[in-house]
C-alpha cells in the first residue's frame, strides 16, 4: 500500500522550477518544453523547459560574465554559500527524496541515501574552498624562488547522468564552486528535476547569478556541440557512458579543452573460498542491487572460488529473489523500475543472449507485465565465455556468476575488460587482499565492502571507465590550474 499520496507527490513535482536558469533569471526555452516522465508508470510527471543552441551559449555568455568576479570572490564565503546549501538539501530531504524517486524510479530510502551522500560532496568541499594553496621553494642552484599557484580553470560544462541525478551533479558542482570556477550544467533529460532544485537551492543560498547556469534539452548533442566548440569554454566534466565520453572528447579535441570523464564500468566481483559468505552475500546484494542495478560501480560479473560458487549463488538468488519489486514510493519496495523502455530492453537482450548460450536463471531472469520499466531480479549461473553480459555494462538487477580455480584465474578474468573503474575483493586474507588489490587494473577496489562512493575518496576510473577524480582531496584539483612563477631575487 502507498504511504505517499498523490497530492504530495503532485507538491513536489508542482515546486520543482521548470525553466532554465541563465544569468540568474528563470526563462524558457527556445525549443518549447520536454516531457519527464515516471519510470514506473510511462506518464509523464511535467514538462520543462528545452534549450536550444542560442539558449546554451547564452549561458555560456553569462558564465563567462560572472568568471572574474567569481574567481576573486572569497574563497570563505563560496564555502559558505556551499555550506548553506548543504544544510537546506538536508533539511529538505524528504520532499527531494520524493522528487528524485518520481523522475528515477528508485526506492524512496535509497533516494534519501543519494540526497545525503550529495549533500555531503557540498559540504565537503565547502571545507576545501579555503585550503586551495601554492607553493614556494628555493631554486636547487639557491639562486632564483619558485613560486606555485593554483587558480580557477574558468567556464567549465558539467554534464550528468540520470542514475544518479544529484549525487553526479553535486560532485562537480561542488569542487567547481569552491574552485571559483563559473558554469554550465546539463543534467539528463529523463531527470532534469533533481538538478533543477539544486539551482534554486543554491540560488537561495546566494550563489550569485551567472555562476552556476542550468539547461535542460531534449538533443543534448545538438545543444551542447556550439557550447564546446565555443572557444571561451575552458573545461568539460562529463559523467556517463564510455560511448558519449568518446564523441565529446573527439569534440573537445579543437580547443584542448580540459576534461574530467566518468564514464561507463564492468565490476568484477571475487569471492576467494577463505571469504566470509554472509558478508560476501550481502556485499553482493549492495555492489548489484543498488540503484536497480543502474549504478557505473554495479557488480557486473561474480567470480566465486569454485569451492564455495554453488552455495554463494544459492543464496545470492534465495535474497534477491526475495525483494520486492513496486513502484519506489510503496512501502517496503527494494527494486524500482528501469529507467526507460531502452534501457529494459537492452538488459532483457543481454539475459536473452546468455540463457541462449546455454546460462541457467536461478531466479528472475523476465520483463514484468504491467505499466512502468520493471525488471524481474535475476542470477544467472553456468555463463558462459561468449555472453555478452560479461564484456558490457548490464545496467540492470542481473548478476550472473562464475567460477574460478586460483587466484591466478581470477585476476585475469576481472581484468579481461576494457572498463576499469571498480572491483570488489572478498578474502579472509590479508595478504591476498592487498596483493588483489594492487593487481586489478581498476581505479577503486572494496575489499570486503560491496560499495566503495564515499565524498571523501576520490572516485574515477582507468582504462576505458575514464580519468580524472571526483570527491576526496583530488577532487578539487580537477578545477584548478597550476601557476608557476619564476621568481628572480
Ligand atoms: P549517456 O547516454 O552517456 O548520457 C549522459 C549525459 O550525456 C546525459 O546528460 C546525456 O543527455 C548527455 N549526452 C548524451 N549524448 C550527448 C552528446 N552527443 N553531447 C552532449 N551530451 C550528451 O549516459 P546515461 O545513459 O545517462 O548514463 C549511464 C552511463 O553513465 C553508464 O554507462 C554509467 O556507467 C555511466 N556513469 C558513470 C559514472 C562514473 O562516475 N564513472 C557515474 C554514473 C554513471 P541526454 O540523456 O539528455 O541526451
Known amino acids: 500500500m502507498s504511504t505517499i499520496t498523490a497530492s504530495e507527490e503532485q507538491r513536489v513535482v508542482d515546486a520543482a522550477p521548470k525553466q532554465l536558469y541563465i544569468g540568474g533569471e528563470w526563462r524558457d526555452g527556445s ?71 518520481l ?14 551522500y550529495a549533500a555531503e560532496f557540498l559540504r565537503w568541499f565547502a571545507e576545501e574552498a579555503v585550503r586551495i594553496d601554492g607553493r614556494y621553494a628555493v631554486a636547487p642552484n639557491g639562486q632564483g ?3 606555485t599557484m593554483k587558480q580557477p580553470v574558468g567556464p567549465c560544462l558539467l554534464i550528468t547522468p540520470w ?43 546566494g550563489l550569485p547569478g551567472g555562476v552556476l547556469n542550468l539547461v535542460t534539452s531534449h538533443s543534448s548533442g545538438a545543444t551542447m556541440g556550439p557550447l564546446i566548440a565555443d572557444p571561451r569554454l575552458r573545461k568539460l566534466s562529463f559523467t556517463g557512458s564510455t560511448e558519449v565520453g568518446r564523441k565529446l572528447m573527439e569534440q573537445a579535441s579543437d580547443n584542448l579543452l580540459r576534461l574530467s570523464m566518468e564514464l ?103 520483463e514484468r507485465d ?44 576481472a581484468n579481461d575488460t576494457e572498463y576499469g573503474l571498480v572491483a570488489y575483493v572478498f578474502t579472509r586474507d590479508v595478504k591476498r587482499a592487498l596483493r588483489v588489490a594492487e593487481r586489478l587494473e581498476t581505479g577503486m577496489v572494496g575489499l570486503n565492502q560491496g560499495m566503495v562512493s564515499n565524498p571523501a575518496a576520490p572516485f574515477g576510473g582507468i582504462k576505458q571507465s575514464g580519468f580524472g577524480r571526483e570527491g576526496g582531496r583530488e577532487g578539487i584539483d580537477e578545477y584548478l590550474e597550476t601557476k608557476y612563477v619564476a621568481v628572480n631575487l
Open 163 to 205: 542514475n544518479f541525478p544529484l549525487a553526479m551533479g553535486t560532485r562537480k558542482v561542488g569542487p567547481a564552486i569552491a574552485a571559483g570556477c563559473t558554469m554550465v550544467v546539463k543534467p539528463a533529460q529523463q531527470t532534469p528535476l533533481s538538478m533543477l532544485m539544486l539551482a534554486k537551492i543554491l540560488e537561495e543560498a
Open 31 to 101: 525549443h518549447g518544453t520536454l516531457s519527464v516522465e515516471d519510470p514506473s508508470t510511462g506518464e509523464s510527471l511535467c514538462e520543462v523547459a528545452d534549450a536550444s543552441p542560442e539558449d546554451a551559449i547564452a549561458a555560456l555568455d553569462a558564465a563567462v560574465a560572472a568568471g572574474p568576479e567569481w574567481a576573486q570572490h572569497p574563497p570563505r564565503e563560496r564555502g559558505e554559500i556551499l555550506r548553506r546549501a548543504f544544510e537546506e538539501i538536508a533539511r529538505r530531504a524528504d520532499e527531494l527524496a520524493l522528487l528524485m524517486t
Open 103 to 116: 523522475e528515477m524510479g528508485k526506492p524512496l530510502k535509497e533516494s534519501k541515501a543519494e540526497i545525503t
Open 145 to 147: 624562488r619558485l613560486l
Open 370 to 413: 504491467g505499466a512502468g520499466y520493471f525488471f524481474d531480479p535475476t542470477v544467472l549461473t553456468d555463463v558462459p565465455d561468449d555472453a555478452n553480459l560479461l564484456t558490457e555494462e548490464i545496467f540492470g538487477p542481473v548478476a550472473p556468476v562464475r567460477g574460478f580455480d586460483d587466484e591466478d584465474e581470477a585476476v585475469a578474468a
Open 264 to 366: 561507463g564500468g564492468n565490476a568484477p566481483f571475487i569471492v576467494f573460498d577463505d571469504a566470509d559468505l554472509d558478508a560476501a552475500v550481502q556485499g553482493a546484494l549492495i555492489a548489484k542491487m543498488r540503484n536497480i542495478g543502474e549504478a557505473c560501480t554495479a557488480a557486473n560479473r561474480f567470480y566465486v572460488s569454485d569451492r564455495v560458487a554453488g552455495e554463494f549463488a544459492q543464496r545470492l538468488a534465495e535474497k534477491i529473489g526475495a525483494m520486492k519489486v513496486g513502484r519506489g514510493t510503496e512501502d517496503d519496495v527494494e527494486v524500482g523500475p528501469l529507467i526507460d523502455a531502452s534501457q529494459r530492453g537492452k538488459v532483457s537482450e543481454l539475459v536473452q543472449d546468455a540463457l541462449g548460450k546455454g546460462a541457467r536463471a536461478l531466479v528472475g531472469g523476465t
